[in-house]
């Protein structure tokens, strides 16, 4: 059974950081493509990052240089660590899985994602 579980989630206050942890179990596959999505009330899911395989990661624009994913294969988790964060970061963050979803250049199409955690809320005040 696949499991992604994730944690971290809080409010905080402009300017402020949170970091997002993902532990994954289960999963059929080795080689794969983790990421975070988020969904604002409201609003579409948003690809955020993904890292693949081979430690390559993508961003959308409104995050690069302020948000960093990584992961800890040995821990079986994945990381989003959030800085200088704004109020329009707050949403409810995912984290996902698929085999092959973050290559091709569409790494920020939810549809492609085959795996999905429950999701922990970020809240960013001013």
């Known amino acids: 059974q696949v499991k992604l579980a994730e944690s971290g989630g809080g409010s905080v206050q402009t300017g402020g950081s949170l970091r997002l942890s993902c532990v994954r179990s289960?999963?059929?596959?080795?080689?794969?493509?983790m990421g975070w999505f988020r969904q604002a009330p409201g609003k579409e899911r948003e690809g955020v990052a993904v890292?693949?395989?081979?430690?390559?990661?993508s961003y959308a624009e409104s995050v690069k240089d302020r948000f960093t994913i990584s992961q800890d294969n040995a821990k079986n988790t994945l990381y989003l660590q959030l800085n200088s964060l704004k109020p329009e970061d707050t949403a409810m963050y995912y984290c996902?899985?698929?085999?092959?979803?973050?290559?091709?250049?569409?790494?920020?199409?939810?549809?492609?994602?085959?795996?999905w955690g429950q999701g922990t809320q970020v809240t960013v005040s001013s």
């Open positions: 996902v899985s698929d085999a092959a979803a973050c290559y091709g250049g569409t790494w920020y199409e939810a549809r492609f994602y085959n795996y």
């Open positions: 289960g999963l059929p596959y080795a080689n794969l493509c």
């Open positions: 890292i693949d395989g081979e430690g390559r990661s």
